[in-house]
Each structure stands twice: as structure tokens, then as C-alpha cells.
């Protein structure tokens, strides 16, 4: 079993959805779960980061974390085409970089 | 990009050479990172460094080398040695400790023919 787990899509969706992204994962000690974006053939960029459970919104995205079921999901509000991209999760016991562990990522399309 | 430079975008190799990807940033982060990503899978890291003159291997550091002589650069070397070496390769900053804020640079995709 992966670490961390993603449905790879891709995942198609008409302009104005909402979107579900999510991951599982099997470290119940990891505490720092992040959201990246990455276009295609570009660097990933940080979308959102929370820590422990919870839920944290920002505009149209929303981050939610349930430690106990080691789920964590992406919610994407009024989606747009610019939201077309490759989703990943990633997590870590400690806020330091090398322990970050990352999921293979969800490939989103918004259709216009 | 992050802040961090990568180049060649697009690099091409023969079997057997060894081949440096620059990565360079210029925001005086201590830390910096590289990781590889493949099709299907999450991001690998290969090294990190958390100053300068001093770096650690990651997951998969077999068949790769860096150096760190300067805080803003951390370039990678491929060498002979990887088994599977074509694949996009991304270089990372943040602050450190107690940062959790990784920011990447726009990649090399490497191909070895």
C-alpha cells in the first residue's frame, strides 16, 4: 500500500462545478497536509496548507483534513477552465521540507 | 517560478553521459531540495541541503550527485550510474526549519536515449 493515495483522473468537469479532489493516507502521524497545482510542464505551486484537522477556506478553494479517517480533500467552488491542472496532496509528521510526502496527483479538466 | 531558476527546460542526453541540471534562486533561502516526478507517481526527492557546503540524500540519491558551494545554487548532476534517468526534475526552496512552504521552479524534463 502507497503512503499517500490519490485517484489519478483525470477527472472532468463543466465550468461553474464544484470539484472534489482528495487523498488517503496510512501515517496517522502525519500532521502538515498541503495542496499544490501544477500546470502542465511547470513547477508546483502551494495552494493551500493546514495543520492537524480541520477545515480551511480560501476564495473558492476550501482545504478539509479528518485525521481520523486519513482522508484529506480539496473542494473547488465555481470552477474554471484556468482551474484545469494537475492536483497533489502532500503530508508530513514535521513542517521540514525532506519529510513531505507526496501523492501522484489528480489530473482535473473544466470544461468550458 | 518560485523564485528559483531551472534550466535547460528541455534536455537531451545520450546513454552513458553524465549531465548537470542548474537550479538557482536568489532569495536567500537556506534550504533547497530536488525531487524527481514520474508519470503516476508523487515526487521523489533526490538530495536536499540546508546550508551551504553541507547536503543529504533523499529517497532515491543512487545515481545522483549535487554540491552546494553557494547558497543560491544547488545544481544536480545525473550521472552514468542512474538506471532510469529520463523523467522531469524539479528543484525546491523554502526557509528552512519551521517552514512548510516549499516553492517550486519551473523543471527539466531530461531524456536519455
Known amino acids: 500500500q502507497k503512503e499517500v493515495e490519490q485517484d489519478p483522473g483525470p477527472l472532468s468537469v463543466p465550468e461553474g462545478a464544484i470539484v472534489s479532489l482528495n487523498c488517503t493516507y496510512s501515517?496517522?502521524?502525519?500532521?502538515?497536509f498541503m495542496w499544490y497545482r501544477q500546470y502542465s510542464r511547470k513547477g508546483p505551486e502551494l495552494l493551500m496548507y493546514?495543520?492537524?484537522?480541520g477545515n480551511k477556506e480560501d476564495g473558492r478553494f476550501t482545504a478539509q483534513v479528518d485525521k481520523s479517517s486519513k482522508y484529506i480533500s480539496l473542494f473547488i467552488r465555481d470552477s474554471q477552465p484556468s482551474d484545469s491542472a494537475t492536483y497533489l496532496c502532500?503530508?508530513?509528521?514535521?513542517?521540514?521540507?525532506?519529510?513531505?510526502?507526496f501523492g501522484p496527483g489528480t489530473r482535473l479538466s473544466v470544461l468550458p | 517560478d518560485g523564485g528559483i531558476t531551472q534550466s535547460p527546460k528541455y534536455l537531451f542526453r545520450k546513454e552513458g553521459q553524465n549531465v548537470t541540471l542548474s537550479c538557482e534562486q536568489n532569495?536567500?533561502?537556506?534550504?533547497m531540495y530536488w525531487y524527481r516526478q514520474d508519470p503516476g507517481q508523487g515526487l521523489r526527492l533526490i538530495y536536499y541541503?540546508?546550508?551551504?557546503?553541507?547536503?543529504q540524500k533523499g529517497d532515491i540519491a543512487e545515481g545522483y550527485s549535487v554540491s552546494r558551494e553557494k547558497k543560491e545554487s544547488f545544481p544536480l548532476t545525473v550521472t552514468s550510474a542512474q538506471k532510469n534517468p529520463t523523467a522531469f526534475y524539479l528543484c525546491a526552496r523554502d526557509r528552512g526549519a519551521e517552514s512548510y512552504e516549499q516553492y517550486f521552479g519551473p523543471g527539466t524534463r531530461l531524456t536519455v536515449t
Open positions: 541541503s540546508q546550508i551551504v557546503n553541507d547536503f
Open positions: 493546514t495543520y492537524s484537522s
Open positions: 501515517n496517522s502521524a502525519f500532521q502538515y
Open positions: 532569495l536567500n533561502h537556506d534550504a
Open positions: 502532500a503530508m508530513s509528521e514535521v513542517n521540514y521540507g525532506q519529510n513531505f510526502v
